[in-house]
């Protein structure tokens, strides 16, 4: 299967520090996107690194893709609780993007 | 603004019962989804639509069913058939099929009575 895995399922962290999602794939992709998704809500799209991309930043959030290692990570510097969200990866190849289940993370004020 | 409606937010089946969940964009999207969402899950997909009068089946296309009359629409009904409905359903758009990033809408909830 193509679908991204995130690591871990749940984080839980004060407001300030510095979250890390990470998400794992299996198969050759074009390109991988983080979402996030408050409670009861639609998702919203983060960012999209392509395959040939390494690192990518937008506001506080940097994404990293290692192809080699076919894993990608999300970190959200200086989190707010504004941040609790859940956060998914989705990776794209030739079908429609496959979702993974998830990070929760709640940031405590 | 530019964006997808979901409607109902709250929807209620009886057994036996067929119903519709309403999709709309207005982002001139060719490509469209349907996803179902369990608690804490992640997103299934049930079926897409590469462009209007088109659909494909996505991984849990049974007991559902679609159209694609108009691109800004793309209504699901959830059949009888269906026997585990309870469930958030979330529409989704992009430009096209396969690496653009997709739109939401903020989902229908579907409890059974």
């Known amino acids: 299967s193509q679908q991204g895995e995130e690591d871990p399922q749940a984080l839980s962290i004060q407001e300030g520090e510095n979250a890390t999602m990470n998400c794992s794939y299996k198969t050759s992709i074009n390109n991988l996107q983080w979402y996030r998704q408050n409670s009861g809500r639609g998702l919203v799209h983060l960012i999209l690194?392509?395959?040939?991309?390494r690192e990518k930043h937008s506001g506080r959030l940097r994404v990293t893709l290692d192809t080699s290692k076919k894993s990608s990570s999300l970190l959200i510097t200086a989190s707010r609780a504004a941040d609790t969200a859940s956060y998914f990866c989705a990776v794209s190849g030739n079908t429609p993007l496959v979702f993974g289940k998830g990070t929760r993370l709640s940031v405590i004020a | 603004d530019g964006g997808i409606t979901q409607s109902p937010k709250y929807l209620f089946r009886k057994e036996g019962q067929n119903v519709t969940l309403s999709c709309e964009q207005n982002?001139?999207?060719?490509?469209m989804y349907w996803y179902r969402q369990d608690p804490g899950q992640g997103l299934r997909l049930i079926y897409y639509s590469q462009i209007v009068n088109d659909f494909q089946k996505g991984d849990i296309a049974e007991g559902y069913s679609v159209s694609r009359e108009k691109k800004e629409s793309f209504p699901l009904t959830v059949t009888s058939a269906q026997k585990n409905p309870t469930a958030f359903y979330l529409c989704a758009s992009s430009e096209q099929v396969g690496n653009q990033p997709q739109h939401f809408g903020d989902g229908t909830r579907l409890s059974i009575l």
């Open positions: 690194i392509r395959s040939n991309e």
């Open positions: 982002l001139n999207h060719d490509a």
